[in-house]
């Protein structure tokens, strides 16, 4: 059956570094990969898509990289802030529309 | 653009009563919505895809009979906990896909959710 991890759970780092947040997936073929960012009691907020043919994506301090082969997906956030701090949800879809999350990570910038 | 609202945000209710959650697409058409339930530190876990117009289509494990989903407008799909228990409480939350673009254009847009707590 169809499986993602999320590596890790929860992750720290320091205002100002860069973090890296990882998704695996196996028994899987999505056409895209999507990031999203939940806040406590809040719905998720859509993030960054990338498709199975694209190997990186930017938007601002985001980076989210996608390697079909590895099936692993990167999502980088630089110069991270405090404000940053939230859940970070990655999403694998086909275009069926069929969409399944992974279980997130808890990402905290501390100042 | 593409903002989806829920409402109620919170509710309580009674062992055995039935609770209405509403789901709108406030500036774009939804032909599809889709239904999630996410019980504390856990994903998102999808319940059923609601398709205006037609009957529901429900995940494995999801009782249709308990979960009722009517999809009666593009704008509007509605949830309703029929004879609900302590079990079911929990944040549930819709989201909608704007119309795709060229070669297709899935982010999904998402209600606020709601907090629903069964006594």
């Known amino acids: 059956s169809q499986k993602i991890e999320q590596n890790s759970e929860a992750l720290n780092i320091q205002e100002g570094k860069t973090a890296t947040l990882t998704c695996n997936y196996t028994?899987?073929?999505?056409?895209?990969l999507q990031w999203y960012r939940q806040d406590p009691g809040r719905g998720p907020v859509f993030l960054l898509l990338?498709?199975?043919?694209?190997k990186e994506k930017r938007k601002e301090r985001l980076k989210v990289t996608f390697d079909t082969t590895l099936k692993q997906s990167l999502f980088h956030i630089t110069a991270s802030q405090p404000a940053d701090s939230a859940t970070y949800l990655c999403?694998?879809?086909?275009?069926?529309?069929?969409?399944?999350f992974g279980p997130g990570t808890r990402l905290s910038v501390l100042p | 653009g593409a903002v989806v609202s829920q409402h109620p945000s919170r509710v309580i209710c009674k062992s055995g009563t039935s609770v209405k959650i509403e789901c709108r697409s406030l500036?774009?058409?939804?032909?599809?919505m889709f239904w999630y339930r996410q019980f504390p530190k856990q994903s998102l876990m999808l319940m059923a895809t609601?398709?205006?117009?037609?009957?529901?289509?429900?995940e494995q494990g999801v009782e249709k009979d308990k979960f009722l989903i009517n999809h009666a407008s593009l704008t509007l799909s509605t949830l309703t906990v029929t004879s609900a228990h302590p079990e079911d409480s929990s944040f549930y939350i819709c989201?909608?896909?704007?119309?795709?673009?060229?070669?297709?254009?899935?982010?999904?847009?998402f209600g606020p959710g709601t907090r629903l707590t069964v006594t």
């Open positions: 028994n899987y073929s999505p056409a895209y």
């Open positions: 609601s398709n205006e117009g037609s009957k529901a289509t429900y």
């Open positions: 989201s909608a896909s704007p119309p795709g673009t060229s070669g297709g254009s899935y982010e999904q847009y």
């Open positions: 500036d774009f058409q939804a032909t599809t």
């Open positions: 990338i498709r199975e043919n694209e």
């Open positions: 999403a694998l879809g086909d275009y069926g529309q069929n969409f399944v």
